[in-house]
């Protein structure tokens, strides 16, 4: 009897997925969805045929795009970096949606079209409609001035002689701003813009008060002259008929690794691993320049700006005896006089995050005995460390722009350490880094606040 229920069951459950038809839902009869860049929510629902009281799945797939159009560019959502998501169909669930935004990402592309399949189910098969066609217009405005806009690829050209070949040419360029302004408040801007085809330096010396705050990440349209300052290739914008606006936000994209600093690296957020320090001194509240050499011995040029202990902290964050991973701006500074420029490469790091110890030789804490616990965090979070001396010491909590939220102090005791942080609720929701900073080493793990 009992092998009878069971071949029932088996049986039920085969028919039950041969039955099994996921599709999509509420969709134009075309398939075909319009939308401008930053415009509305874009819903896409799909159907479960035969809901039951167990977890099923199906993937939404990228299936086909134009050249242009990228996944969490144009569209934010795919968070896992992947072209595709799995749906996931709990118990008794009919109905399972999957939502895009249009992102207004500052250049000037024309149309993105994407094609989305479902596929892949854990059991049954897809039905009809299967695929969606999204289209994306390109929202932006004319120039503001009505000079001829360019793709800072066409800028720079071919870069003769380390400066651009539009150098004293007039014209607008949109992108995606990078970088910290490097100018006093109210008194204009310095900072970096990249578009898909390339980067390049911004400068002003007044701000306009249609944008009166620069920030990484904000979308943008420049009219200017181009020009160069040092061999660091730049668009001028500060007299009579030039400005700044803003169009939007947009993702900043990761750093890319280089191992040198050079024409190709100038503007561009990348990331150089491997450095000791070899000549400088880390300053409390001034520009300074520290020299650095990776693996190879190739020496670099650091340069701290903006006032280090408002972005970055006083106690030192770079010291002898320790190896270091940096994220910053490709920059120049070259010297020289004559009319090629390809010497005085700087890295502009942007905040404190972006100066990570890899290794030490001199600690006074073990790296591989400091944990924090949870890393999901909604009002208190656990230290623990394992010191191998008495010592006060520094415990910063340090968003992703760098800027200290909270400062403390404790005392560690030789051996092991617990300790906890209380009352993280009052910080917004968010990714942090936890600081702990001793008279020779820095020591730093990631958490988030949740609400």
Excluded at 31 to 38: L, N, Q, S
Excluded at 68 to 83: H, I, K, P, R, Y
Excluded at 216 to 241: C, M, N, P, Y
Excluded at 421 to 432: A, E, I, K, T
Aim: glycine share 8%.
């Amino acid at each position: 009897m009992k092998k009878f229920i069971l071949l029932i069951s088996i049986i039920l459950v085969y028919s039950g997925s041969q039955a099994q038809v996921f599709s999509l839902k509420s969709i134009p009869a075309n398939r075909f969805i319009p939308r401008k860049e930053g415009g509305s929510l874009i819903n896409i629902d799909i159907r479960n045929s035969m809901p039951m009281s167990m977890l099923m799945s199906v993937k939404f797939v990228l299936y086909g795009k134009n050249v242009d159009a990228m996944v969490n560019t144009d569209l934010e959502q795919f968070s896992n970096g992947l072209l595709y998501d799995t749906i996931q169909f709990g118990n008794n669930d009919s109905i399972r949606r999957f939502s895009f935004k249009p992102v207004l990402d500052g250049f000037s592309e024309g149309n993105d079209t994407f094609v989305f399949k479902i596929s892949q189910p854990s059991m049954g098969t897809i039905g009809s409609p299967d695929s969606v066609f999204i289209v994306i217009t390109d929202s932006l405005a004319a120039p503001i001035t009505g000079r001829p806009l360019y793709n800072i690829g066409t800028v720079r050209g071919a870069n003769k002689n380390g400066i651009p070949d539009s150098v004293n040419k007039s014209c607008s360029i949109r992108g995606i701003l990078y970088g910290i302004n490097r100018r006093a408040a109210n008194l204009g801007y310095q900072m970096f813009i990249c578009d898909a085809t390339g980067c390049i330096g911004i400068f002003s010396g007044k701000t306009y008060a249609i944008y009166p705050t620069a920030a990484e990440g904000d979308s943008v349209e420049i009219s200017g002259i181009i020009e160069h300052f040092r061999g660091l290739g730049q668009i001028k914008f500060s007299a009579t008929g030039d400005t700044i606006r803003k169009l939007g936000f947009s993702n900043v994209k990761a750093p890319q690794v280089v191992t040198a600093l050079n024409e190709a690296s100038e503007a561009k957020l990348v990331k150089l691993d491997g450095l000791t320090l070899s000549s400088g001194n880390w300053l409390a509240d001034s520009a300074f320049e520290l020299k650095m050499k990776n693996s190879a011995n190739l020496e670099f040029s650091i340069r701290i700006e903006n006032k280090p202990s408002t972005n970055f902290s006083a106690p030192a964050a770079i010291t002898s005896g320790k190896t270091y991973s940096i994220t910053g701006m490709g920059s120049q500074f070259d010297q020289t006089t004559g009319t090629t420029y390809t010497v005085g490469y700087q890295l502009l790091p942007r905040k404190l995050s972006d100066i990570v110890s890899t290794g030490s030789s001199i600690s006074s804490l073990s790296a591989l005995n400091f944990t924090v616990f949870p890393t999901l965090v909604t009002n208190t979070m656990h230290v623990y460390m394992d010191a191998t001396l008495n010592e006060s010491v520094s415990i910063q909590v340090i968003d992703l722009l760098g800027k200290v939220v909270r400062e403390d102090r404790t005392k560690l005791n030789m051996g092991e350490n617990i300790f906890q942080l209380s009352q993280l609720d009052v910080l917004p929701q968010g990714n942090y880094i936890l600081n702990i900073q001793t008279s020779n080493n820095q020591l730093r793990k990631q958490f988030s606040i949740v609400k």
